[in-house]
């Protein structure tokens, strides 16, 4: 399979261990992909002009024939709500006026749907199986809305995904509640109180690890998890792996390839256990 | 036509004419995860839009505590996309110059998109702190989190199409 990907300007930063999982677990299953020429911003959450967003994201979309990838939820969800728009006739013809490659339909898929599709049930490519690791499957906001793919209130695609590395997804009532990571640096107190409810629940349902679709909410519960644990006075320790790291994890990719040592909170102890488990049922 | 019809019919012309139908349910408030900080809450916001009220519906922290999460959006019983809402009252605010501390960092996101094509997060913060000193302490934490990571990059990427993505920005901004 062929597809174009879009990294995202986080992949340059704060995201890096996203984009390295994502181009990792991508080459070991056989993914080809063409990083997309010269791609802009999609203007995250921050451009309130619905045009000038449709505009942004179009640029990108023209850039291809091929169908497009993101590991990124923001990304994903702007791309996917722009496309939605440039099916009426007239946002499509004022946003080509101002286009150099012209938009003509684009497919916009999510790395998270890309590797479940590829991954078969007992794929042998798995080579460390992830058993009884309880894993949080947390979704965010932005993999499933605009609607149209996943139901917005109950999504259940993680949940597969987890199942077929041989792990356990735990009962997370708060995984499509909002992190409030594009708030996060001028509202720092509204973004900080939800981003500790989520934590808070992921350890109440006894998770071990905590996966994530989305480079902001990683930041606010990754990068952010020491300084929320003494600001509430409450220790969460939870490691938070993107959906590719914890893939990467189970076809025996090593922690350079998956940028393991770029989170915050050491995903080793629960590496450890895996490797425990793995030797106990060997 | 009076400036609380004109403001009205200008968030019609961006949220979506349905945003008439309103019933003030507040299904829109309920879902909404920074609700408790919110006052106008987002229902209430939408009424002050529909009564024309511009002034009360622009100078609010309403605008600014919402995350973008889409949840009021897929609820509303009328179809309504209360984001939009919120969006469109941005752009107005942004239009007529209006300032505070989240008007302006949705300000420097959008000028280095204009003149890079990309953002450079380092900068970004560096540039909101100028007007928001306040924030210093959890930038620090955060640079002192991510810094031994390599997660902080120095570099600031333009991209070949910068006039494209300017003229993006500015032309379809235009009525």
Known sequence: ?282 | MTGDEQFKQEVLRLAGAEVLTCIQCGTCSASCPTANLMDPSIRKLIKLCLEGKKEEALHNETLWLCTSCLLCTVRCPRGIRPKAVVSALKDIAEREGLRSKDADYEQFFLKQIKDYGRIAELALTGEFLLVFPQGAVQSMKMGLELLPKGKISMEIEKIKGRDEVKRIVEELRRE
């Not at chain 1, 023209?62 to 728009?85: E, G, K």
Request: charged residues 25%; negative net charge.
């Open chain 1, 1 to 282: 399979m062929k597809l174009a990907y879009y990294p995202g300007c986080v992949s340059k930063s704060t995201g890096k261990e996203m984009d390295a999982s994502t181009r990792a677990v991508c080459a070991a299953l056989e993914i080809e992909l063409q990083e997309l020429d010269d791609w802009n911003c999609c203007g995250a959450t921050h451009v309130s002009n619905e045009l000038v967003a449709t505009g942004l994201a179009a640029r990108n979309m023209a850039q291809t024939d091929l169908p497009i990838m993101t590991a990124c939820s923001i990304c994903y969800s702007n791309l996917r709500a722009a496309a939605m728009r440039l099916e009426e006739p007239k946002i499509l013809k004022r946003v080509n006026a101002v286009l150099d490659k012209k938009y003509s339909g684009s497919i916009v898929r999510h790395a998270l749907d890309v590797i479940l599709e590829t991954l078969v049930e007992d794929d042998e490519r798995m080579v460390v199986p992830l058993k009884e690791l309880k894993v949080a499957p947390y979704y965010g906001c932005l993999l499933t809305r605009p609607t149209g793919i996943y139901s917005p209130e109950f999504p259940t695609i993680l949940e597969e995904l987890i199942k077929r590395l041989q792990a356990e997804p735990v009962d997370f009532r708060l995984k499509t509640f909002c992190c409030g990571g594009p708030i996060f640096m001028p509202q720092e107190k509204a973004a900080d109180d939800i981003a500790f409810r989520i934590l808070s629940d992921a350890k109440n349902a006894g998770a071990e690890v905590i996966v994530t679709v989305c480079p902001l909410c990683h930041l606010m519960l990754d990068a952010k998890q020491k300084t929320l644990e003494q600001k509430m006075g409450e220790k969460i320790g939870i490691p938070v792996l993107y959906v590719t790291q914890l893939v990467g994890i189970a076809l025996g990719l090593g922690p350079d390839e998956l940028g393991l040592e770029m989170n915050s909170v050491s995903p080793m102890a629960m590496m450890e256990k895996v490797y425990e488990r793995m030797a106990e049922g060997a």
